[in-house]
């Protein structure tokens, strides 16, 4: 009974803890409506919270973009050493294979 | 040293004594991506060539020499990622309170921020997507981020894979994929909010 009762608040007065874990998992797939809706109405009051949610938005775009430009943002490259090392195993594998 | 081989369309494929020095870079940057590593991108970089070797007869050239590597590496990355996923389930108490350390834990406030926490108001975010620097600091944020919860955020995110099929390939379940994406966001809105947004609000501000 205990347990239930305080289901049923996290529900209906969800904390910024539960709305910032909802609003994650909303961008995964749709909360069920009623769920949704007492997450609403802790947005409307909480001005963190939908700052929070603009962050998230902000940051899937970004890691969209991030992905699809990944080779021309950045420059990683192996190292010397590494780059001889996997040419040895290379040439190695070859000759076992011939 | 021979110079590779012609394929039945007349595309040619680079000898595999050069493998390393035209696609090493761009399959370690991938991996690196992707794992956050440097030892294990290298690792699959090398096991990527080796297994490519074996079946270097089966490439007809239905793609380009790069792409089809690039799904040996895929093969290669998701094996790793299935591995660690099963350890790190093992490991990690996934239902600890993950946003207990930017929300009060007790008391009246139980479960609202810290007041040094909140999230700020990030000023024309969008401008930052065309700021070199930012690009590295996200990526510097992405390498900071728990591993374990890099991992498959990456995969969310940067490759846009569905939640769904993460969990398929991982093997994990779909609530303990959410909540590693949820902290995994928490951890990135936190570094990027503190390296970027609020550094680049404190240099305008001495500026003007």
């Known amino acids: 009974m205990k347990r239930r009762l305080s289901e049923i608040k996290k529900l209906v007065s969800p904390t910024c803890e539960d709305v910032v874990r909802s609003l994650s998992r909303h961008q995964e797939e749709p909360l069920p409506i009623v769920r949704q809706f007492f997450m609403r109405v802790h947005l409307v009051l909480c001005g963190f919270c939908r700052r929070y949610k603009v962050h998230l938005r902000f940051i899937r775009r970004a890691m969209g973009e991030y992905g699809g430009r990944l080779h021309e943002l950045l420059r990683h490259r192996l190292s010397e050493q590494v780059r001889m090392r996997i040419k040895r195993r290379i040439e190695e594998e070859q000759r076992r294979l011939e | ?208």
């Not at chain 2, 294990?40 to 070797?53: G, H, M, R």
């Open chain 2, 1 to 208: 040293m021979n110079d590779g081989r012609v394929l039945e369309d007349g595309e040619r494929v680079i000898s595999p004594d050069r493998w390393v020095d035209c696609y090493g870079d761009y399959l370690y940057q991938y991996a690196l991506a992707r794992v956050r590593e440097r030892a294990v991108a290298e690792d699959l970089v090398q096991d990527t060539f080796l297994a490519a070797l074996k079946s270097r007869d089966r490439f007809r050239g239905q793609s380009s020499e790069r792409t089809w590597l690039v799904g040996i590496l895929r093969h290669k990355l998701f094996d790793y990622l299935r591995r660690k996923a099963r350890e790190v389930l093992q490991e990690m108490d996934l239902h600890q309170d993950e946003g207990s350390r930017r929300m009060h834990s007790s008391g009246f406030s139980k479960g609202c921020w810290i007041k040094e926490e909140v999230p700020n108001d990030w000023v024309s975010p969008a401008d930052s997507l065309c700021e070199k620097e930012f690009w590295m600091v996200l990526d510097e944020c992405c390498s900071k981020m728990p591993r374990a919860f890099a991992r498959v955020f990456l995969l969310r995110e940067m490759d846009g894979m569905e939640s769904r099929d993460i969990c398929e390939t991982l093997k994990i379940s779909q609530s303990n994929l959410w909540v590693m994406l949820h902290r995994a966001r928490l951890a990135l809105q936190r570094c990027l909010q503190s390296n970027w947004f609020t550094a680049r609000a404190r240099e305008k501000k001495s500026h003007s």
